[in-house]
């Protein structure tokens, strides 16, 4: 059974703290997608991420995959109240059209 | 361009009773994906349709089912409901497996 374990389940820093969440399994996937999750509101795709030791920027985030693709990370910098929200890792393995979630990393962060 | 999305936003209904949700994928999108999020589990993969027909589906009992019409709408119906099936259930959409557009979901209550 292919597992995502996410960490830390909770995470809560003041504003223009740097912050990284990781996503690790023993399981190869073939992409790894980051998605970030409101309240009440379904997950909205942040980057995929397909080559092993790639890495991408979006403005103050960064992805990272692993050069294995078994791991992944999510760098924040100088983090917003704005960023505060669910993020979920999630694996693609194959063509079988079903994603590996992570449990979840809930963002709080304060003004 | 219009997103994914799903009615009705909330459902009640009692234990036994059956459920019917329904969901629009991205215009050109063929295939649909269900996914459960139950409190404290976490994203589950329910069920993948792709131009008609069912492609996968995840570790559920059969009563969950669902199909997908010709203009690639999809319809997850869920039978002789059960306490523990009150979730929110998310459909998404995608013409690669590379990055899912998930639509906000329907909350199920079990009563």
């Known amino acids: 059974t292919q597992l995502l374990e996410q960490s830390p389940q909770f995470l809560s820093i003041q504003e223009g703290e740097n912050l990284t969440v990781y996503c690790n399994s023993s399981?190869?996937?073939?992409?790894l997608q980051w998605y970030r999750q409101e309240p009440g509101e379904g997950p909205v795709l942040l980057v995929t991420?397909?080559?092993?030791?790639e890495v991408k920027k979006l403005k103050r985030l960064t992805f990272q995959f692993g050069d294995a693709r078994k791991d992944s990370s999510l760098h924040i910098t100088a983090a917003q109240p704005g960023d505060t929200g669910l993020y979920l890792c999630a694996g693609a393995s194959g063509n079988t059209g079903k994603l590996i979630f992570g449990q979840g990393t809930t963002l709080q962060v304060k003004p | 361009e219009a997103g994914v999305t799903q009615s009705p936003t909330h459902l009640i209904k009692t234990r036994g009773q059956q459920a019917t949700l329904r969901c629009s994928p991205i215009?050109?999108?063929?295939?649909v994906y269900w996914y459960q999020q139950a409190l404290g589990l976490g994203l589950q993969f329910l069920l993948w349709y792709d131009e008609g027909e069912e492609r996968n589906r995840g570790n559920f009992p059969p009563r969950f089912s669902g199909r997908q019409f010709p203009n690639y709408s999809s319809e997850l119906n869920v039978n002789a409901l059960e306490l523990e099936d009150s979730a929110l259930y998310l459909c998404a959409s995608s013409s690669m497996h590379r990055g899912y557009t998930f639509g906000s979901g329907t909350r199920l209550t079990v009563v």
């Open positions: 399981s190869v996937f073939s992409s």
């Open positions: 991420v397909v080559t092993g030791g």
């Open positions: 215009s050109g999108h063929t295939s």
